[in-house]
């Protein structure tokens, strides 16, 4: 499976983005995604997840901000973020082949958020 993550950008602290992420390969549409941030000197966290029925999982600092959505026909995965705030900025990861909150195998190459005040 391969993940091509797009969307990312400066934006100032209340506005919006929308990172997309391209799926291709073998069974792509049956694995649960999600999004992951790393931060300068920080872990990798779970952002959002979301499995192939709907079923989606969110990090309580993003809930109410980021709606994560998938289309599995297009094996195409977003994550619309609003209200951004600078402590959003990361590098954001999509992921495959896990579980709702597990990450899998499976890693895109990241996308640049930056958050400004």
């Known amino acids: 499976v391969q993940l091509q993550a797009s969307g990312g950008g400066l934006v100032q602290a209340g506005g919006s983005l929308r990172l997309s992420c391209a799926a291709s390969?073998?069974?792509?549409?049956?694995?649960?995604m999600g999004w992951f941030r790393q931060a300068p000197g920080k872990q990798r966290e779970l952002v959002a997840g979301i499995r192939s029925g709907g079923a989606t999982a969110y990090a309580d600092s993003v809930k109410g901000r980021f709606t994560i959505s998938r289309e599995n026909a297009k094996n195409t995965m977003y994550l619309q973020m609003n209200s951004l705030k600078p402590e959003d900025t990361a590098v954001y990861y999509c992921?495959?082949?896990?579980?709702?909150?597990?990450?899998?195998?499976?890693w895109g190459q990241g996308t640049q958020v930056t958050v400004s005040s």
């Open positions: 390969g073998h069974t792509a549409s049956s694995y649960a």
């Open positions: 992921n495959t082949g896990g579980l709702l909150r597990t990450p899998g195998r499976y």
